[in-house]
């Protein structure tokens, strides 16, 4: 029995005098300081650990949001190019398929290595713009634009977009 309470770092002391059958355990400190720095190390391993763990996630994070916006960005620049594709227009443009399309880009346009955009104009409606005589009306134009990014990334864009024309000019 005295073994196995010294392994727990614990020790016997018999008292000597009226009542000798009694016994008192002491505490002894052996071995405190070891679990007291494997405990310590431990924590310090997991604290270690998730650090790691949240600055990966933050990292992937970054990244992905970094390619969406450049996907974003070069949808905006589809965009921009449908609506100058329309403003240099001298006529209200022929639609050349079914469902109104009057432009349809069939290849991306590169913008860099990593980016690119294509562009579909589709004609809306025309209508009479009030304070101008009926031969001017203006044409509504639907712009879809898709953007690109590496790692297949993807965005669109839809703009809508009047423009005036003079009919039979």
Do not use: C
């Not at 924590?43 to 933050?58: D, G, M």
């Amino acid at each position: 029995m005295e073994s196995i309470l010294e392994a727990w770092g614990l020790h016997l002391l018999r008292s000597e005098g009226e009542n000798s059958n009694m016994t008192i355990l002491k505490n002894s400190n052996k071995g405190f300081a070891l679990v007291s720095a494997l405990v310590f190390i431990t924590i310090l391993a997991v604290i270690a650990t998730v650090s790691i763990w949240i600055a990966s996630s933050e990292k992937r994070v970054t990244f992905n949001e970094q390619i969406h916006q450049s996907a974003f960005y070069a949808a905006d620049a589809g965009g921009e190019a449908g609506i100058n594709w329309v403003r240099i227009q001298n006529s209200p443009p022929s639609i050349i398929a079914p469902g109104n399309v009057v432009y349809d880009q069939i290849n991306y346009t590169a913008l860099d290595s990593k980016q690119d955009y294509k562009f579909n104009a589709t004609f809306l409606q025309k209508r009479l713009r009030p304070g101008w005589s009926t031969e001017y009306k203006d044409f509504d134009y639907l712009i879809i634009s898709d953007g690109s990014s590496v790692r297949d990334t993807r965005s669109q864009l839809e703009l809508s977009l009047s423009r005036l024309f003079k009919e039979g000019y």
